[in-house]
């Protein structure tokens, strides 16, 4: 008689992980960072407390934003036709569409996280000003919005969801962690922030790269999927040249130092490892994982470097 091996039991931290995308937080917290050591080298002001304050602020944010992503992904029925058409052991699966949470239970996380997030904004409106308060609640909005009816700007096929993408990865978190540190806003800040939250875009379409046949079939038209796989991958190729370019055109300027040139330069060297798909763009879905990997890592130390670089006090 064949034994049965019974189902892995799924912890209810591994559903959580699951749900908000935990190990995607650099992707947020970074650009904070890169904001704080914006405020450092610009007017001196630092509070350590301020920015612990931030990074636990703009992580629920995020957290947040991912479990309300699934679930609209899931409710919208993205998610179902991507599990059917993964293999089970996929690395990238989610817990609503496997029945691990119910879709009540991942709004009400998601809520509570939003709420957390909404609290941190409020103590900044108090103590630093009203800001605080409008960037984050901006923020929910957007995640809120990106994929949730009626306004789903990842669904309308308009480039409204890279849009979203950009603005909560650069200027919120870049711009919103330099006004609680200074009180005040920024335009240089604001034109580095374009440079954090355009990195992220790319990362966005490299990943529609592995999701491209599941978004067509569910007609959720992102970028990528509206492009096809050749120009959505040059479009990224072309955003992620244009954030190189304006850090240099900042530099050039007096608003970033020298050093952040090795921003662009050791970002460019880990993208160039997988460059060669940039021009594949015929491969079966699992081919873009790897890439989409790589990319996320030069994104991540990107905005890594660019926030020593700025905060050392180097002239």
Request: charged share 10%; aromatic share 12%; glycine share 6%.
């Amino acid at each position: 008689m064949e034994s049965v091996v019974p189902a892995k039991r799924v912890s209810n931290l591994e559903i959580f992980s699951r749900l908000t995308r935990i190990q995607f937080l650099p992707l947020v917290l970074l650009p904070s960072a890169v904001g704080t050591a914006l405020a450092f080298r610009l007017t001196s002001s630092f509070d350590p407390s301020y920015f612990l304050l931030v990074i636990f602020g703009v992580a629920l944010l995020h957290l947040g934003a991912n479990a309300v992503d699934d679930c609209y992904d899931y409710q919208n029925g993205v998610d179902q036709i991507a599990n059917s058409m993964f293999p089970r052991n996929f690395g990238g699966w989610k817990p609503l569409p496997r029945g691990l949470i119910s879709l009540k239970n991942a709004k009400t996380v998601s809520a509570l996280l939003f709420f957390g997030s909404l609290l941190v904004s409020i103590y900044f409106s108090i103590v630093v000003g009203y800001w605080s308060f409008v960037l984050a609640a901006t923020g929910v909005l957007l995640a809120v919005f990106y994929t949730a009816p009626p306004i789903k700007l990842d669904y309308r096929g308009k480039g409204l969801g890279e849009i979203a993408i950009l603005l909560a990865f650069g200027p919120i978190p870049v711009l919103g962690s330099y006004y609680v540190q200074t009180g005040v806003l920024s335009l240089p800040a604001l034109l580095v922030s374009f440079a954090a939250g355009t990195m992220t875009v790319t990362i966005l379409i490299d990943h529609d790269m592995i999701f491209y046949e599941v978004y067509q079939k569910a007609r959720k038209f992102s970028l990528g999927a509206v492009l096809g796989r050749p120009k959505a991958l040059a479009i990224s190729l072309y955003l992620t040249i244009f954030a190189y370019a304006l850090v240099v055109v900042l530099i050039a300027v007096g608003i970033l130092p020298i050093l952040s040139l090795a921003a662009p330069i050791v970002s460019a060297a880990i993208l160039s490892r997988k460059s060669g798909t940039f021009k594949k763009s015929k491969e079966p879905p699992p081919y873009y994982l790897p890439f989409t990997i790589n990319a996320l890592l030069s994104n991540w130390i990107f905005s890594l470097v660019l926030a020593i670089t700025i905060a050392i006090p180097f002239h």
